[in-house]
């Protein structure tokens, strides 16, 4: 089984529920209720009926299922197989809002099926508030049952907590495709949420692959941009000998179903009623046999690529078979190839998937120079200006600060890219996120933005705050105060300093106040600058008080070169000389009487 498991993740929730009485007892439920519903009056509306029941040892099983039962091709035609937007389903919307993301702003659904859940609001709500906190919770459904069922449980899941350990598992039989590509990927974002879902699909079953059939072999290799795409794991079991295979990468599952709607053409246009397929039989025949078979000729092909082996096992044994003649042979090889190379795609993806914490421990190596420049620099005015004023320093000195630039720029790309992806998540997973990254992107912030403030102001520019403070910067910000605790602003009990500014953008503020003061030198300068210059500064002695009564600027701030202690300079001269100012401050006190010689 460990050919399986490496080709598709998939198999170990298909094995699972094979191997279990999940797929039997959801069957079962199925079965009984639709032996109760309205199966022998094709010609009524579509409605919605669910059976609820407790399993030892497997949990609650909530079956539906949509009368007349089961609804065939020529059903599913007739209620219509069209897509329409979320935004269009009278009350639909509100309910399933939370599916969009910044990505996939909008989705479209099937009508019919969305339309007959919003016509059972009432009967369903009721349903949720009953089961909506039961785990083990299964719910499942036969063909529009499977779609109701789907739909249900990504209801479910939307009132779920992230860090929940425990989900609703649907398990659908021959239900047809649900959504469009955005739905799909809106899905997919939530990797928690497509392995909710698991589709047992019979290659003889035409119900599935009724809302694929436009899509045809493409030359390009590719899927349409437009109409529906597969979401969860399908697992494809042959009615002939009870053999499965397991897919989850979206393009396979339709490539797959045109396969095997080819193969099946010639029996269908033979049929025009179609029988329903019997899952029943092929759950006990699924019993008897392991879920994929192993011991096939291509393993044993030196020249082949093993995903694409794989491939071409998995499609054997759900009857996809190689077609004949030249023509054929170059289709099956081109359908082998896509797969493979699909699912290939798809494991990297997975594998890479967005994770804050993934890469950590490397950014902590880039922090740890900063750290050490940090701690190297206060016998140089200090960690800001020592960075700022580096083009009058020695060889080794600027050599050590491009080490210290190419560090910067690591865990910038590093962190704006870790913020566009939490900005781009659902409100929920990006929220979890921010929560888990938080104190990490907070040291980040800190350490790092005094830096590019620096820089911006070493080239003569101004107004940092408002015109050239980068937008991860202003998020992380945003994200940190929005996590604080109500009414805790930004006092603390700290009684001592903290070592790296509390305030990033504390810098930018001291350039601005020293811009201000030669505004107020300038013998040019207007009244109306003079008179907002000397208001800025009145501000940001207040600012910079609070600050220090709170311990949240380091003790560099307080070194004798550093462009705090510039500023206060010519700030107390620049008092003295023009006048105008309130005879005393706080801040004025603190510096006068040299008390920063005790803040530590």
């Not at 501000?539 to 380091?554: K, P």
């Not at 700030?571 to 003295?576: A, G, P, R, W």
Request: proline residues 4%.
């Amino acid at each position: 089984m460990s050919q399986s498991c490496k080709f598709s993740s998939g198999l170990e929730l298909a094995n699972l529920v094979v191997n279990s009485e999940l797929l039997h007892r959801s069957w079962d439920a199925i079965s009984d209720l639709e032996k109760r519903s309205r199966t022998h009056v094709p010609d009524l509306p579509l409605s919605v009926e669910y059976k609820d029941s407790e399993h030892p040892g497997v949990g609650t099983i909530v079956a539906f299922a949509c009368p007349p039962s089961s609804v065939n091709v020529q059903q599913l035609e007739r209620v219509g197989t069209d897509l329409v937007s979320a935004d269009e389903i009278a009350g639909f919307f509100s309910m399933f809002d939370f599916v969009r993301t910044k990505v996939n702003p909008s989705f479209s659904v099937h009508k019919a099926a969305a339309s007959l859940f919003s016509s059972h609001m009432h009967l369903l709500s009721l349903l949720k508030e009953k089961h909506g906190n039961s785990r083990p919770l299964i719910i499942t459904g036969q063909s529009m049952g499977g779609s109701i069922a789907s739909l249900f449980t990504l209801w479910l899941l939307g009132d779920i907590p992230t860090k929940a350990t425990k989900r609703p598992l649907c398990v659908t039989f021959g239900s047809p495709l649900l959504g469009d590509r955005n739905f799909q990927n809106a899905i997919s974002e939530r990797p928690t949420w497509n392995s909710c879902f698991l589709h047992v699909v019979s290659p003889q079953d035409p119900i599935p692959k009724t809302f694929v059939s436009s899509y045809g072999y493409l030359s390009n290799s590719s899927i349409s941009q437009t109409g529906y795409m597969p979401v969860g794991t399908f697992l494809f079991c042959s009615e002939r000998d009870g053999d499965s295979a397991c897919f989850e990468e979206p393009r396979s599952v339709v490539q797959l179903m045109l396969a095997m709607s080819s193969e099946l053409e010639e029996e269908q246009r033979q049929k025009r009623n179609f029988q329903n397929v019997d899952y029943g039989l092929i759950l006990e025949r699924l019993k008897r046999y392991n879920p994929v078979r192993k011991e096939y000729s291509p393993l044993h092909q030196s020249n082949i690529n093993p995903v694409e082996a794989e491939t071409m096992i998995q499609l054997e044994a759900i009857g996809v078979k190689r077609l004949q003649g030249n023509q054929g042979n170059r289709m099956t090889t081109s359908l082998i190839a896509n797969v493979a190379s699909w699912t290939e795609d798809y494991l990297t993806q997975r594998r890479n998937i967005f994770d804050p914490t993934k890469k950590l421990n490397d950014i902590k190596i880039d922090m740890a120079y900063l750290e050490w420049y940090k701690k190297v620099s206060v016998e140089q005015g200090g960690y800001y200006d020592s960075y700022k004023l580096w083009r009058w320093k020695s060889r080794d000195e600027i050599k050590s600060r491009h080490e210290i630039m190419k560090r910067k720029r690591i865990l910038t790309r590093y962190w704006r890219g870790i913020v566009d992806e939490a900005e781009q998540m659902p409100q929920k997973e990006g929220l979890a996120f921010r929560t888990r990254g938080l104190y990490a992107g907070t040291n980040y912030r800190r350490m790092v933005e005094p830096l590019d403030i620096a820089e911006y102001y070493g080239e003569g520019k101004k107004d940092y705050l408002t015109q050239g403070r980068p937008k991860h910067y202003r998020l992380l910000e945003q994200w940190l105060n929005e996590d604080k605790q109500p009414g805790t602003g930004n006092r603390n009990s700290r009684s001592k300093a903290c070592s790296l500014t509390e305030d990033s953008c504390f810098w930018a503020h001291v350039e601005e106040a020293t811009i201000c003061c030669n505004v107020l030198k300038d013998g040019q300068s207007s009244l109306k600058d003079r008179e907002t210059s000397r208001k800025r500064l009145v501000e940001f002695e207040q600012y910079a008080m609070d600050l220090i009564n709170t311990y949240s600027v380091s003790v560099e701030v307080f070194l004798e070169q550093s462009s705090f202690m510039q500023w206060w300079n010519g700030y107390s001269e620049l008092i003295d000389l023009i006048g105008g100012f309130l005879c005393q401050s706080p801040l004025r006190d603190f510096m006068k009487n040299k008390r920063y010689r005790n803040y530590a």
